[in-house]
């Protein structure tokens, strides 16, 4: 009978050193405010923390943070949420703030390849400290002449806290239950649109100055581009005519105008507004905008004798989003 004693106290001294054992540490954060930007590119870094707790201090403890899902899918976000995902290529979460080096990518312990510490978030809570914080650093930019179109993105992730020490290249252990707390992150494009006239050279123009002994035809162009797929339409205040308002009347001079293709003049009196560019995908701002070449020729009559004075139109580029 004192055996049987001494067996079942045995098991219970280690019942109860099991639960010693146990760590008491938990992950808290929020997720940070949405990053709002206008332009897909490098300098749009998003950063956050993290903070790790404890009520055991009494001695120090290792921890390890990964990341889910892995870092390969991070660049599927949800668009707009009732439209689907869009892939933004190089987005990622980097576990420093210098996010020009890859191996800083935060990665997924135990399923992806050739983990190092770079792509973990590892250290050591000293004995009596109850807290520790980590900071991750979301990088949204992409490379392609054809990046996403302005709209909400969102992202959602899991970060995972191991109270155990990482080790390169191996797993965690499969007796320990990660601590796990869901983040979404949020990004915000907003539209981007730029269309103007340009001289011959591309440098932007606001008038085309001409006189009766001038050269009647100019060569100009016609830039336009937008982070949305558009249509660029264009109309004259006059109806296709150089004005004149004399006081008593209106004296006009007609004019020509070929847009792109320079085969056909645009007649406003048939089509008061003309559809002249258009992009059914969206731009980049490191993309040039589109480039169209255009021609005004004025129709001067000879045997006119103009009264003298500013003879002008108002011509006016509208940009439409095709959506």
Do not use: C
């Not at 808290?28 to 949405?34: D, I, K, L, M, Y």
């Amino acid at each position: 009978m004192n055996k049987k004693f001494f067996y079942v106290l045995i098991l219970l001294l280690s019942i109860i050193s099991n639960v010693a054992a146990q760590s008491t540490m938990t992950l808290t954060g929020t997720a940070p405010q949405p990053l709002y930007i206008e332009e897909v590119s490098s300098q749009n870094i998003l950063s956050s923390t993290l903070t790790i707790s404890r009520t055991n201090t009494t001695k120090s403890e290792n921890y390890t943070i990964d990341l889910s899902p892995v870092s390969t899918v991070r660049q599927t976000w949800e668009y707009n949420y009732t439209q689907g995902v869009q892939v933004v290529h190089q987005a990622n979460i980097f576990t420093t703030s210098n996010t020009n080096q890859t191996n800083n990518i935060a990665k997924t312990w135990g399923i992806e390849q050739n983990l190092a510490t770079s792509n973990v978030w590892s250290g050591t809570i000293l004995q009596g400290q109850s807290q520790k914080q980590i900071t991750y650093y979301l990088k949204f930019q992409d490379w392609t002449e054809t990046p996403p179109p302005y709209g909400t993105y969102q992202l959602d992730l899991e970060f995972r806290l191991w109270p155990v020490k990482f080790v390169a290249n191996s797993s965690p252990p499969t007796n320990v239950t990660p601590i796990v707390l869901p983040v979404t992150l949020t990004v915000i494009i907003g539209p981007y649109i730029y269309i103007s006239f340009a001289d011959k050279n591309g440098l932007p123009m606001n008038t085309i100055a001409l006189d009766e002994t001038s050269v009647k035809t100019v060569e100009f162009k016609i830039l336009a581009k937008a982070n949305l797929p558009f249509d660029v339409t264009i109309s004259s205040t006059n109806g296709g005519s150089l004005n004149l308002n004399t006081g008593t009347t209106i004296e006009k001079i007609n004019y020509s105008l070929w847009v792109k293709d320079l085969t056909t003049p645009i007649n406003f009196q048939l089509t008061p507004i003309k559809t002249i560019l258009s992009n059914i995908n969206s731009m980049g701002y490191s993309v040039p905008p589109i480039s169209e070449p255009a021609i005004i020729q004025v129709l001067f009559d000879s045997n006119e004798s103009y009264t003298v004075g500013r003879y002008s139109d108002v011509l006016h580029l509208v940009i439409k989003s095709h959506w």
